[in-house]
């Protein structure tokens, strides 16, 4: 079956970039997505990118996917406090299936 | 808009209890999901809905859970005869259609089984 794998914890100081991996094994997947979780919180979508794109930016977020590797990464530059938290890399196969499949988490702690 | 509502945010039972778990999705969304995070994980598949039928349940773990959405809205999360492994936070999460490449979550249930 499909697996999505990240390392469990990343810290950093504040205003400096982040980079969050994450690898898959399913070359099937369409969409790769990145999400946002906040103690409490429910998951908030960051930003997703097509299996056809290599590169993705939007704001202070930069998404980048090596197909042929199957890693996938998100950049946060910039990195502030209120960027602390968990971030989930999932994927989505083609065909019939719509769920999505996440991987463990990363924890951001972004220290001042 | 109001985004995806879950009632209620906790639920403290017992083992062997019957619970019901309540997602209100974003109105007009017509794709329905169901996800149960353990502690320490990622979200994992349970089941999903496109209108009112269940078009794939796959991830359910077994038949003491089950989950319904009559009116292509409103979907209600059963779980039958708990038992503390169930213990969890439970997420519901919805998109514009199954085809649609956004799934917007709510917050969560979160389910003790003691």
């Known amino acids: 079956g499909e697996d999505v794998e990240q390392s469990l914890f990343l810290s950093v100081r504040e205003g400096d970039s982040s980079v969050i991996n994450c690898t898959y094994t399913d070359s099937s997947s369409t969409y790769l997505y990145w999400y946002k979780q906040e103690p409490g919180a429910g998951l908030q979508l960051l930003t997703y990118?097509?299996?056809?794109?290599d590169m993705k930016q939007d704001q202070r977020l930069t998404v980048l996917l090596n197909k042929k590797d199957k890693h996938l990464s998100l950049r946060i530059a910039d990195t502030q406090t209120g960027d602390s938290a968990i971030y989930f890399c999932a994927e989505r196969s083609s065909g019939s299936a719509r769920q999505l499949t996440f991987g463990s988490g990363t924890q951001l702690t972004v220290l001042p | 808009g109001a985004g995806v509502s879950q009632t209620p945010s906790n639920k403290v039972t017992e083992k062997g209890k019957y619970v019901e778990l309540r997602c209100d999705p974003i109105s007009g969304h017509t794709a329905l999901y169901w996800y149960r995070q353990s502690l320490g994980q990622g979200p994992e598949f349970l089941i999903y809905?496109?209108?009112?039928?269940?078009?794939?349940d796959s991830g359910l773990p077994n038949d003491r859970f089950f989950a319904v959405r009559p009116e292509g809205s409103v979907s209600t999360l059963k779980i039958q005869r708990t038992e503390r492994g169930d213990s969890a936070v439970y997420l519901c999460?919805?998109?514009?259609?199954?085809?649609?490449?956004?799934?917007?979550f709510g917050p969560g249930t979160r389910l003790t089984v003691l």
């Open positions: 990118i097509f299996s056809n794109m």
């Open positions: 809905f496109q209108g009112t039928g269940a078009a794939d």
């Open positions: 999460a919805s998109s514009r259609s199954a085809g649609d490449n956004e799934q917007f």
